[in-house]
């Protein structure tokens, strides 16, 4: 069965970065891709972005862009989201979720179990 | 951006009676050249992540009850909940994926 399964919960400084990772399985990782929402807490989803399972190909929202990147290995099936210059303002409960592989164009079928990031000094 | 705006902000239904949430979008998400409406509609329980219920805005997924509906094109679209049950509490969100995915506000949906 699908199941895409994200790392513990981190807490980090105002300035520093944090790396997630979801590890898909019961799937060709190549046949789709990862968005990449959050949820502040007591507050509604956030797309983030999305990268191709089958090229690699990303598309960043605006407000993240220069901070935000996803990446992906095929060889354990792993998707990675890496944000940087860590504020306030982004501590979230962080998920990835499967999507379409050639665009961001596509619903979210499954989803990670989500991944809290605490920034706080 | 196509923002999608989501009504009411809460709702509350007695067992068994439907429960009716609506969505509605800036700008049309119907692609006309496979004639399919890029809209999705996602339940979230607490400490739950979101779970999808509805996509091309009416295709149920698969393993959702049937008293789930969706409808609706273009711009304005609806969730329905023919006979609402004590498992349906949750915060339900529309979500277009047309352009740049964005997800409605969400709406609690109490007994």
């Known amino acids: 069965q699908v199941q895409l399964v994200q790392s513990g919960a981190e807490v980090k400084k105002p300035g520093a970065s944090v790396k997630v990772s979801c590890k898909a399985s019961?799937?060709?990782?190549?046949?789709?891709?990862f968005s990449w929402a959050r949820q502040a807490p007591g507050q509604g989803l956030e797309w983030m972005g999305w990268i191709s399972g089958y090229n690699g190909n990303t598309n960043y929202a605006q407000k993240l862009q220069g901070r935000v990147t996803m990446t992906t290995d095929t060889s354990t099936s792993t998707a990675y989201m890496e944000l940087r210059s860590l504020r306030s303002d982004d501590t979230a409960v962080y998920y990835c979720?499967?999507?379409?592989?050639?665009?961001?164009?596509?619903?979210?079928?499954?989803w990670g179990q989500g991944t809290l990031v605490t920034v706080s000094s | 951006d196509i923002v999608m705006t989501q009504s009411p902000d809460s709702l509350a239904v007695s067992l068994g009676e439907r429960a009716t949430i609506n969505c509605k979008s800036s700008q049309s998400v119907l692609n006309n050249s496979n004639n399919k409406n890029y809209l999705a509609w996602y339940q979230q329980k607490p400490g739950q992540p979101p779970k999808l219920l509805i996509y091309w805005a009416s295709t149920r997924e698969s393993g959702v009850p049937d008293r789930f509906s969706g409808s609706g094109s273009g711009t304005d679209f609806t969730l329905t909940i023919s006979s609402l049950q004590a498992e349906d509490v949750a915060v339900y969100y529309c979500q277009q994926y047309y352009s740049t995915p964005l997800f409605g506000q969400g709406t609690r949906l109490e007994i």
């Open positions: 019961g799937y060709t990782l190549s046949s789709y891709g």
């Open positions: 979720a499967r999507s379409g592989p050639v665009s961001s164009g596509y619903y979210l079928d499954y």
